[in-house]
């Protein structure tokens, strides 16, 4: 264990010091092919490999954000959300994606109460849930996402619950216990790193992310379940009557 930690360690600060030496030279790539965008035309046939860089360029800030987050996470800043507007607007912001994909999209969400949370970044979470389900299916499928309350009965808390289950190709057992592992992928263009910032933004708000999979079969798919503690004054901040469980879907 502790080699494993001294080993984690010293990645997290090579990512700490890529992600800050590529950002300024991205950052000036940005600018300049914004620069060339604006000058031109869209009916230039040469536009559409303008827009491709640019789109590369923002896809290498993601990533250099997931690094950056994984190396040094930033502290979280909370407040009172709606977590079902956030549900709502990530899947706002994907819904191109999903009717490319010709995904069916199958929403059960609850009448939920507010909770405290870094809204940005548990936007992020929810995006990147969304699009690893868009990429399980490719040529199409469905996409359900539910919400909802349950109660540990043991411990005396209320979990917030979020499901997102698609009907893609599945992930094997042996794939399985390492999706949260960072650096760890299966895609071709990939840095293993969503899953794991996922994971650790979920534990920063007191929460888990699991994920439950089936490769074969007529139930194949993968549902991830995102749980979040909901304390007594937030309850108290909505009229509706929490679930007593999650919704099937």
Excluded at 52 to 64: Q, T
Excluded at 69 to 94: C, G, M, Q, W
Excluded at 183 to 200: E, N, R, S
Excluded at 216 to 239: C, F, H, M, W, Y
């Amino acid at each position: 264990k502790l080699v494993k930690s001294e080993k984690m360690a010293a990645l997290g600060r090579l990512a700490a010091t890529l992600s800050h030496e590529l950002r300024n030279p991205l950052t000036g790539l940005k600018g300049v092919t914004q620069l060339l965008l604006r000058k031109t035309d869209e009916n230039d046939e040469r536009s559409q490999y303008v827009h491709l860089i640019l789109d590369e360029v923002e896809r290498l800030g993601r990533i250099i954000e997931d690094l950056l987050h994984f190396a040094r996470p930033r502290k979280l800043k909370y407040e009172l959300i709606n977590p079902t507007r956030i549900i709502e607007d990530s899947l706002l912001l994907v819904s191109q994606d999903i009717s490319l994909r010709e995904i069916k999209l199958h929403k059960r969400l609850s009448k939920l109460p507010p909770i405290t949370a870094d809204a940005d970044k548990f936007k992020q979470v929810v995006v990147n849930i969304i699009l690893n389900a868009l990429d399980a299916m490719p040529d199409g499928g469905k996409l359900f996402v539910s919400s909802g309350v349950i109660r540990d009965e043991f411990n005396g808390i209320d979990f917030t619950t979020f499901q997102f289950k698609d009907t893609g190709c599945g992930i094997t057992g042996d794939v399985l216990e390492h999706v949260f592992e960072p650096f760890y992928t299966t895609k071709p263009t990939g840095v293993g790193l969503g899953l794991a910032v996922c994971k650790a933004i979920i534990e920063e708000h007191g929460g888990s992310i699991s994920i439950s999979s089936d490769s074969a079969g007529d139930l194949r798919g993968t549902t991830v379940t995102v749980e979040i503690p909901v304390n007594e004054q937030q309850k108290s901040l909505t009229n509706q009557p929490v679930k007593s469980k999650i919704l099937d879907v």
